[in-house]
């Protein structure tokens, strides 16, 4: 982990744009409490083929107003050259200058991907248009992404979207800090010297945590999902268990050098809050 030991550290929360007048409402409170924290940034994301897009730039220009740094997720998948363009257009306009470029998702029954199939291509496109004016994050995967053939296969592709021009990256959640290392000692040796900051995704709700990791290929341990498991309906135990398996995860990475940690809050502050102070941070 030498070369993640080097750079300045980074935390950030991440946030979904919310579809009713009460999500916005829960959502404003949570990211003021979170503000109080003082993150790097707080990133905004972005729908199958675009369908929050308005909801995100909503929420990253509130947030903005409020004077934090926001960074809005654009996913390049089911779009054109021209769409993307304009989106990032209206970011460049209302002094946005950081992006989290991913391939996203096709929306549900659409088959064409549109003019572009992968993220690398996204950052290029955004490089060839804007040159340096965005800082650029794009995606990590340490347990390799669920639709790569082999984990070579994963880890090139991860080097071209560094290649392409991405500044920093953020991983998929995990719970085994082993594979994050092991990630990042295959980075270095393919010569990747960009910061890769852990993403964490806090345990609240075993079935929802179960769902999320079955389609975006996370692993749970076996100890952690049996234990998860045996409390059944029992909320207190699984979050005060949750915490705990968290809180030691995050302090591990950052006794090993990780530079930050990048929080999955879905929209809900006490979780997070609550692994930060028993952090110290």
Known sequence: MRSQ???PRTFSFEFFPPKTPEGKAKLRETWKQL??????????????GGSTREGTLETV?????????????????????????AQLERYRSNGIRHIVALRGDLPSGLAMSGEFRYATELVEFIRKEYGDQFHIEVAAYPEYHPQARTAQDDLRNFKRKIDA???SAITQY???????YHFIEECEAMGVT????????????FSQLA????????????WIRNKLEGFGDDTASIRAFGLDVVTRLCDDLLKNGAPGLHFYTLNQAGLTSTI???LGL
């Open 5 to 7: 030991e080097n750079f």
């Open 61 to 85: 220009l509130e947030i903005r107003a409020a004077g934090h740094e926001a960074a809005p997720h654009l996913s390049c998948i089911a779009s054109s050259r021209e769409d993307l363009k």
């Open 211 to 222: 769902r999320f990791s079955d389609a975006c290929g996370a692993e749970i341990p076996r």
């Open 194 to 205: 960009v910061p890769i900051v852990p993403g964490i995704m806090p345990i609240g709700r």
């Open 35 to 48: 503000g109080q924290l003082r993150p790097r940034f707080f990133s905004v994301t972005f729908g199958a």
């Open 165 to 167: 021009g991405a500044d």
């Open 174 to 180: 995990f719970y085994n800090a082993d594979a994050y």
């Open 276 to 278: 930060w102070q028993r």
